[in-house]
């Protein structure tokens, strides 16, 4: 069965410092592997996508992430944080015509 | 242009009442969704929707009933709320190509 984990519940970094969340994903088959941002009283908002090729790949606002498929990982990165970064974040697996299975997310607090 | 719209917002009603939610998207995509955000943020797919027809459908009561006038409407009819049914639903859709999710802002509905 799909399921997607991502351990950290809540991280709290300073403004400025990088920032990694972690995703662990289990599925049968080579995954389509998504990053979603929520802030505060909004909707999902897509940070990334993984397909294929390259492991690593660039989204909006700075973030990047990166496949490993020998460790069944897609964590996000960002080498600086801003305030405005702060929000859930949600790491998502499913492939075509397949539903998606979202994580528990992840909460970013962000210190001045 | 808004991508994928619902309304209401925010929607308070009593117990036992019968409610709807409206969901509209302008992107041409094939599928449409509604998923259900608990309190605790974890999203849980309710139902899909793909040329009209219901190809979804998870545990969730028959007091819920999606109804797709076309392909870019999908609406959310819930009726004989309970206490419990108290979140915030999403709506979302997706193209058939296997991109991501595109998530309306979402309708916090509070059951009193």
């Known amino acids: 069965a799909q399921s997607v984990t991502q351990p950290d519940i809540h991280i709290t970094v300073s403004e400025g410092a990088s920032l990694e969340l972690r995703c662990n994903y289990s599925y049968g088959a080579t995954p389509y592997l998504f990053w979603y941002v929520q802030s505060p009283g909004q909707g999902l908002q897509l940070l990334l996508k993984y397909f294929s090729g390259d492991t690593l790949v660039q989204g909006i606002k700075g973030f990047e992430a990166e496949f490993k498929r020998s460790q069944s990982s897609f964590n996000l990165r960002k080498p600086s944080v801003h305030w405005s970064d702060a929000a859930e974040y949600f790491c998502a697996v499913g492939a075509l015509g397949q539903n998606f299975v979202f994580g528990p997310g992840t909460r970013l607090s962000v210190l001045p | 242009d808004t991508a994928v719209s619902q309304t209401p917002k925010y929607l308070v009603t009593q117990m036992g009442n019968d409610k709807s939610i409206k969901c509209e998207q302008n992107?041409?995509?094939?599928?449409m969704y509604w998923y259900k955000q608990d309190s605790k943020k974890f999203l849980k797919i309710m139902f899909s929707y793909n040329n009209k027809e219901l190809i979804i459908n998870e545990t969730v009561p028959n007091r819920f009933s999606p109804k797709s006038p076309d392909k870019a409407h999908l609406n959310l009819h819930i009726n004989s709320l309970e206490l419990g049914d108290s979140a915030v639903y999403f709506c979302?859709?997706?193209?058939?190509?296997?991109?991501?999710?595109?998530f309306g802002s979402g309708t916090r509905l509070t059951v009193v």
């Open positions: 992107l041409g995509h094939d599928t």
């Open positions: 979302a859709s997706r193209s058939g190509r296997g991109d991501g999710y595109t």
